[in-house]
Nanobody
Framework: QVTLVESGGDSVQTGGSLRLSCVAS????????MGWIRQAPGKEREGVTA????????HYRDSVMGRFTISHDKTKNTVYLQMNNLKPEDTAMYYC???????????????????WGQGTQVTVSS
């Protein structure tokens, strides 16, 4: 069973930075892809980014390209999301996800994102 535990969410001002962490346990070939999905109050959830654990290939949604960086530390079984130049529209609950196919684990569907963490809140004030 795959277990994901996020941390690192906080409140920051526009232009600030945060680093989210997701510690994974029980990861097998059923979770070759790990990603981040976010959901703001009253809005649809949206995939933010994903990383293929095999070779580190990454994928980002357009609105975070150049500001966010996903990375994977194999020795710590941890995926990081470095978020720079944060904007108020980045405010959301951020969830770590894992699934079998890259980059589809950032889609949030039951088949492509079967494993979720509990979420960590990011708030960006103007």
């Amino acid at each position: 069973q795959v277990t994901l535990v996020e941390s690192g969410g906080d409140s920051v001002q526009t232009g600030g930075s945060l680093r989210l962490s997701c510690v994974a346990s029980g990861v097998t070939n059923s979770a070759n892809c790990m990603g981040w999905i976010r959901q703001a109050p009253g809005k649809e959830r949206e995939g933010v980014t994903a990383i293929y654990l095999g070779d580190g290939t990454t994928h980002y949604r357009d609105s975070v390209m150049g500001r966010f960086t996903i990375s994977h530390d194999k020795t710590k079984n941890t995926v990081y999301l470095q978020m720079n130049n944060l904007k108020p529209e980045d405010t959301a609950m951020y969830y770590c996800t894992a699934g079998p196919r890259f980059p589809l684990c950032m889609m949030g569907t039951k088949s492509e994102s079967p494993y979720w963490g509990q979420g960590t809140q990011v708030t960006v004030s103007s």
